[in-house]
């Protein structure tokens, strides 16, 4: 899987270069694709471990509101930077 | 702003975006903001014997309320109680129970103590925490029964209530760590170290599952490691496995198996070494470590005789490791 990113991130990088005047419209694809690119490279960081998983959030404030489940605030946790930024 | 947090409580250090949950399924990030998800509302209460957790050296024959929530940050492909522990809390029905509820249902209930079991402890720190500081408050024991799989600041931080703790090593290999429950094995010798030394009674459990940690040598590791890291008086369960959740195909471990892992772990050196989840006759009994007279001999989970005299061997006054009536020799 490893391999795979690496080969994904090669070819982004060389097949990456627009002309000039497509620059704009194609830096919130890139963006997104390298976003893309993180997760799948942080999430391999433990591939044998159970995933981490996109909740439905509508689905999550319905429970939360029957009481199924708490918003709690959780300790032990720390603001993460955006690798992008 | 991401939004990004890092969950720290556990090794994994899940990485998380808003409307993304963590490898335990029970801590999500809402707008930057991790909260849990089952604070308060356990799955499963149930009044056990303490010999259960399974502990033998803390108080016997006290009854303990035991409670567990959804989720568990291993995926332990063995696991007994799977249905709860690798379920997300939107498939379970839970009680709402405040950590008040859970201290008031344990003196109702006349039990001495709370354990934190079943599932996962640890993803419901928060939870444990706080109803643990109640319970110590109000004069109760708290008991964790834990796979160890934590960072070391959070379990300092839980230990100050724990009085004692059954940790599951599940193995002396990080590989079957990996490949078979989704985690690392240096933490987990990290978290029993570290339970000793803050002074919490401390008991081992070993599942010995059939043909995938069953080999003698490496059994002899685990009770060595156990010799020379905690002592001689750390109480060792070697524990039947019986087929489960994506090991059907396995046969339950032989009995066989289980005794003689126990008579080695006793030559290596280990004084209190138990056979649980099957039915064994020296399995089940303490003796002394000096003069080997049968101090608590135990049917199943019930208490049949107990010589234990103030924390002492009622023949030669060898003081006995454990917590009895509140005296403690460790």
Not at chain 1, 1 to 27: A, C, S
Not at chain 1, 36 to 57: F, G, H, Q, T, Y
Not at chain 2, 294 to 316: A, P
Request: glycine share 6%; with cysteine.
């Amino acid at each position: 899987m490893k391999i795979l990113t690496f080969f994904l991130l090669m070819f982004l990088i060389l097949t990456g270069t627009v002309p000039e005047e497509h620059r704009d419209e194609q830096d919130s694809t890139d963006s997104g694709l390298f976003q893309l690119l993180v997760r799948m490279v942080e999430s391999e960081i433990r591939p044998w471990a159970k995933p981490i998983e996109n909740v439905d959030m509508e689905r999550m404030l319905e429970l939360f509101e029957s009481g199924i489940i708490t918003f709690h605030t959780a300790d032990w946790y720390a603001e993460k930077d955006d690798p992008g930024e | 702003m991401s939004n990004r947090v890092q969950c720290v409580l556990c090794p994994h250090l899940c990485i998380l975006a808003p409307g993304e949950r963590g490898r335990c399924s029970v801590r999500l990030n809402v707008d930057g903001e991790l909260v849990s998800l089952v604070y308060g509302r356990p799955v499963a209460v149930h009044v056990d014997p303490v010999e259960k957790k399974p502990l033998f050296h803390f108080l016997p024959g006290i009854d303990v309320l035991s409670i567990a929530t959804a989720g568990c940050n291993l995926r332990c492909e063995f696991c007994q109680n799977w249905e709860i522990s690798q379920a997300a809390p939107e498939d379970v029905s839970p009680y709402n129970l405040p950590p008040e509820a859970v201290v008031e249902q344990a003196i109702t209930y006349n039990c001495e103590a709370i354990a934190y079991t079943y599932t996962e402890p640890v993803v419901y720190f928060e939870y444990t925490r706080d109803t643990a500081k109640l319970a110590k408050e109000a004069g109760l024991k708290n008991i964790l029964v834990t796979a160890g799989y934590i960072n070391q600041g959070p379990l300092t931080e839980l230990a100050k209530y724990i009085d004692a703790a059954n940790v599951d090593l599940k193995s002396m290999s990080d590989s079957y760590y990996r490949n078979i429950c989704g985690g690392t094995l240096q933490p987990v010798l990290n978290t029993i170290i570290t339970l000793k030394e803050l002074g919490t009674w401390v008991e081992v459990t070993n599942l010995i599952v059939p043909t995938l940690n069953d080999d003698s040598r490496e059994l002899d590791e685990l009770a060595r490691w156990i010799l020379e890291n905690t002592g001689a008086d750390t109480p060792l369960h070697f524990s039947r496995f019986f087929p489960m959740y994506r090991l059907t195909d396995l046969a339950p471990t032989p009995v066989s198996i289980l005794q003689s892992a126990r008579e080695r772990a006793i030559e290596i050196g280990l004084h209190y070494v138990y056979v649980g989840n099957a039915v064994t006759e020296e399995g089940m009994i303490t003796t002394c470590p000096e003069c080997n007279e049968v101090l608590i001999r135990r049917q199943g989970y019930i208490i049949e005789e107990n010589r234990i005299e103030n924390g002492k061997c009622f023949n030669c006054s060898a003081p006995i490791a454990g917590v009895w009536n509140g005296t403690e020799e460790q």
